[in-house]
């Protein structure tokens, strides 16, 4: 089983909208939750940490689900600038050290 | 401020070769990091160090070794190349107790 699961898309969504992603992880033990963002061929790149209460950075919004073990983005008002693959990413407490990454969801943002 | 630099970008090999990826990172860094892509399968950690003369195994260690013999480079190393390690390889550094990796742009490895 994937440490890290996601839905591979593609999302197609028009500009102005609201899109959702949705990550599972398997080790309970997670602490750590980031989603960052992939250009294509380019490298990933930090969007945003995930904090337990839910945090908020301008159009983007992540939330996180212990219980259910899932983390989820939230892009409102879609630009054309964020197609890109998203990837969910995941640190277990006991090794800080290590992230492991899900397959990443693309989406596309059309005119 | 480069941050982290890979070389080569682009690399073909013939099976049986072997090979070093360079990663060089200028943010004085503790932690480096060897990631591969594949389609469908997401980063997958290779080989990491926590600091210099330190290395461990990741996730598909298999067929690599490492090297961190300064603080600020870390060597992927192929002994001989095969195609299943076609691939793109991500390196990345990050202080320690801090969230964020910082990536190289990737190297792209083609093994016929």
């Known amino acids: 089983r994937k440490e890290v699961e996601q839905d591979p898309g593609p999302f197609n969504v028009p500009e102005g909208a609201t899109v959702a992603f949705n990550c599972t992880y398997s080790n309970s033990a997670s602490q750590s939750f980031f989603w960052y963002r992939q250009d294509c061929r380019k490298e990933p790149k930090l969007l945003m940490s995930?904090?337990?209460s839910g945090n908020e950075d301008g159009r983007f919004t992540a939330q996180l689900n212990r219980a259910s073990q899932y983390i989820s983005l939230l892009i409102r008002d879609s630009k054309l600038s964020d197609s890109a693959t998203y990837l969910c990413v995941v640190s277990p407490e006991y090794n800080f050290n290590k992230f492991y990454f899900g397959s990443g969801t693309k989406l596309n943002v059309k005119p | 401020n480069a941050g982290v630099t890979q070389t080569p970008k682009f690399r073909v090999l013939k099976t049986g070769q072997s090979m070093t990826l360079l990663c060089a990172q200028d943010?004085?860094?503790?932690?480096m990091y060897w990631y591969r892509q594949d389609p469908g399968m997401g980063l997958r950690l290779i080989h990491y160090s926590v600091g210099e003369g330190t290395t461990a195994k990741g996730e598909v260690p298999d067929g690599y070794n490492v090297s961190r013999l300064k603080k600020q480079n870390f060597l992927l190393g192929l002994e001989s190349a095969a195609p299943s390690q076609t691939s793109v390889y991500f390196c990345a550094s990050s202080p320690p107790g801090a969230n964020v990796l910082t990536f190289g742009a990737g190297s792209r490895l083609t093994v016929l």
């Open positions: 995930v904090y337990s």
């Open positions: 943010m004085n860094h503790e932690y």
